[in-house]
């Protein structure tokens, strides 16, 4: 059996048995198949049993359930996305791109409402979340943020925070200020993905683990119904549902849809009494930061400090293998910014260390689709917040099969279209291109301690 632990400390600690379920040994027949048994096809499962019992739900899965993103990440269920309000406004308008980050925020408080009725123990600690500044540097960008915000109608979600108010929060090295969200939890998200997969086979799914999809077929001109083909046999239903997040990009059909972009995360040992003493913390709230070269923090249930980021470079032709789970530099820069951000680190080591993929659409932009002529559905693309927007992805797709109209099914993420990502050579030049050129401007940044100027390409990129 595979060590899990050795890849994800959360499901090595889920408390959950990972011996895995069986494999598909034939060929079936499903109302929905869907491919994924993360946090997406899980939620669409439940969503869709919750609205019609009778459904035969299927889900197939390459490894164990929650094996991917929605076991590995950094315990962050918040609002916002990686694609602003501003940009949002530009495509589709002022009041949709409202919409989307009400339906955000409203996420959020799903999970943990659905966590508690359904049982699930998933370590839910609602602290909210801080975005912080270590220097003058980045106080701007806190501002300039806080602005957009006020600007669509969410100020009142948000307070500023000078550096006495953060201190009083979390007393962090450099810390000068912050932008604080009640909305916002730290969560186990292993506890969470296997708790759901209990949850939706209690309600009647079947879940197919070691079972790899290979291809998928809309119904069309040469069939009639969609279907998934696996190694053991092919998968018919009247619906098919993607949501392999980054694994998406192995099939054929889907491979420039997303690039995989690596999330790494070291972990401290759990940190004595005094220790939390001298940094404060109790609240367990979120910490993120305005650099470019994304950092995110969280403090497990268990007293260690949990510290991720990216830096891993993108590798030729989009390919997703285990050993990409580390990378040894980008896991020094990261114990290296925690001994800077917390000085007592100095005398703490760092007991796990892991990553894995987060898909990332070419224009950063979230997609729920369903196409019912073809019977064929999809969520995905959510760029490091998946733990929320994962939870409105599955409930929008359930309310889309079955007919339903909300409020989320009128949100701009349904049913938008992304240009796909370029032909290599020209896909690795670019997104090389960016990663080392953002890297450069958060080091000249704290350098000279002046903020970004926006002026340059890689700016104007990251920002559209």
């Not at 009041?95 to 009400?102: G, I, K, L, N, S």
């Not at 007393?171 to 997969?197: E, N, Q, T, V, W």
Request: with cysteine; glycine share 12%; hydrophobic share 40%.
């Amino acid at each position: 059996m595979r060590d899990y632990g050795t890849t994800s400390f959360w499901l090595e600690t889920s408390g959950d048995d990972l011996t895995p379920r069986p494999a598909l040994d034939r060929s079936i027949d499903a109302d929905v198949a869907i491919l994924g048994a993360g946090y997406t096809g899980l939620w669409t499962a439940y969503y869709l049993l919750r609205a019609d019992p009778t459904l035969r739900v299927v889900l197939l899965e390459s490894d164990i359930a929650g094996f991917g993103a929605s076991g590995r990440n950094g315990g962050w269920c918040a609002p916002g996305l990686n694609i602003s309000l501003t940009r949002l406004a530009r495509l589709h308008g002022r009041e949709p791109a409202r919409q989307v980050y009400d339906a955000v925020f409203d996420a959020v408080d799903e999970v943990g409402r659905v966590a508690a009725a359904e049982s699930m123990d998933i370590d839910w600690r609602n602290g909210g979340e801080l975005i912080i500044s270590r220097g003058p540097h980045e106080t701007p960008l806190l501002k300039e943020y806080y602005t957009e915000l006020e600007e669509f109608g969410f100020g009142d979600r948000y307070e500023l925070l000078d550096s006495a108010g953060l201190a009083d929060r979390v007393r962090i090295a450099g810390g000068d200020g912050a932008l604080y969200s009640p909305d916002g939890a730290a969560i186990h998200p292993g506890k969470l993905a296997r708790g759901l997969a209990r949850t939706v086979e209690r309600m009647g799914a079947m879940i197919y683990e070691r079972t790899e999809v290979t291809d998928y077929q809309p119904a069309g001109i040469f069939s009639r119904r969609p279907s998934f083909s696996t190694l053991a046999g092919e998968v018919t239903a009247d619906v098919v549902v993607l949501a392999g997040e980054a694994y998406l990009t192995r099939l054929r059909r889907m491979h420039r849809s997303m690039i995989p972009i690596w999330s790494l995360i070291v972990l401290s040992e759990p940190l004595s009494d005094a220790a939390w003493q001298e940094i404060g913390w109790q609240s367990h709230e979120l910490i993120g930061s305005p650099r470019y070269t994304v950092v995110y923090l969280s403090r497990t249930s268990d007293g260690r400090i949990l510290f991720g980021g990216r830096g891993a470079p993108y590798r030729f032709g989009s390919p997703i293998r285990d050993e990409y789970d580390r990378h040894e530099p980008t896991h020094e820069m990261l114990r290296a910014l925690a001994r800077d951000w917390f000085p007592l680190f100095r005398d703490v080591e760092f007991s796990h260390a892991w990553g894995g993929p987060l898909g990332m659409p070419r224009d950063w932009h979230p997609r729920i689709a369903f196409d019912r002529a073809q019977g064929v559905a999809m969520a995905g693309g959510y760029i490091g917040h998946g733990v929320s927007t994962a939870n409105l992805g599955g409930r929008t797709l359930a309310e889309l099969i079955t007919g339903q109209h909300t409020s989320r099914t009128e949100i701009p993420l349904v049913g938008h279209r992304t240009r796909a990502w370029e032909p290599e050579p020209f896909r690795w030049m670019g997104v090389r291109f960016l990663q080392a050129a953002l890297g450069r401007v958060d080091r000249l940044s704290e350098q000279s301690g002046e903020p970004p100027r926006g002026r340059s390409l890689e700016e104007w990129l990251a920002r559209h």
